[in-house]
């Protein structure tokens, strides 16, 4: 039961490099999110996606693109990585609303270190 | 703007205390206010709950929302060291073009000690 897994799970960037996070489920589920957590900030969300094809931004999406190209995978761009952008980032799904049973709405994967020097 | 504001900030009790944990929130189109605990790693669902005056309890812990007043709390009684943790407030609500969007409060850090 894998749920959703991101990699990499660690990464140190030098400022102005670029990378990208993968995010897959395999829950079948419609809706990703991509979400920093920094300290006393709460998980404050970056892009979403409402389905294959489609994503919106979301509070803090400055310097950040996403992809979902494939149901089951979002991808997170940093393209020139800065300083500001060390955090951990979590990626989210959920199900349509109409296939919520079990009272939760939101399934978080581990999270992603990334410290930009 | 929409908002979910957690308080307090940071909390240290002893053992054996009960501890209440507040969420306020402004949004439009809710749809459900949620709990989770973050300890080390991605947060673990709590409580979900989406109608006024309706305790949800899980062992130690119990919820209540607040609809009118746009309010939530986290109950936590016979505190144990386990309990340390970030507990985080969420809002769902409904988006322009379908789907949902949940917006986190900045979380209470609670700690334990003997």
């Known amino acids: 039961n894998a749920g959703v897994t991101q990699t990499p799970k660690f990464r140190v960037l030098k400022t102005g490099q670029s990378m990208t996070l993968l995010c897959a489920q395999d829950?079948?589920?419609?809706?990703m999110y991509w979400y920093r957590q920094d300290p006393g900030m709460g998980l404050r969300l970056i892009h979403y996606?409402?389905?294959?094809?489609?994503?919106a931004k979301g509070e803090v999406p400055d310097g950040y693109n996403v992809s979902r190209l494939k149901k089951q995978n979002f991808l997170l761009g940093l393209e020139s990585a800065a300083p500001s952008q060390t955090s951990v980032y979590f990626c989210a799904s959920s199900p349509h609303r109409d296939r919520i049973y079990s009272g939760n709405t939101i399934y978080f994967g581990e999270g992603s270190w990334l410290t930009v020097v | 703007e929409d908002k979910v504001v957690q308080s307090p900030l940071s909390l240290v009790v002893h053992e054996g205390d009960t501890v209440t944990l507040n969420c306020s929130y402004e949004v439009t189109n809710f749809r459900s206010l949620l709990w989770y605990k973050q300890e080390k790693k991605a947060p673990t669902f709590l409580f979900m709950l989406t109608s006024s005056g309706i305790e949800k309890k899980s062992g130690r812990l119990s919820s209540i929302l607040d609809k009118k007043e746009l309010f939530s709390i986290l109950n936590i009684t016979a505190t144990q060291t386990g309990d340390s943790a970030i507990y985080l407030c969420?809002?769902?609500?409904?988006?322009?073009?379908?789907?949902?969007?949940?917006?986190f409060g900045t979380g209470t850090q609670l700690k334990v000690e003997l």
């Open positions: 829950m079948n589920h419609e809706y």
């Open positions: 996606s409402v389905g294959e094809g489609t994503t």
């Open positions: 969420a809002v769902e609500y409904r988006v322009t073009g379908g789907g949902n969007k949940l917006t």
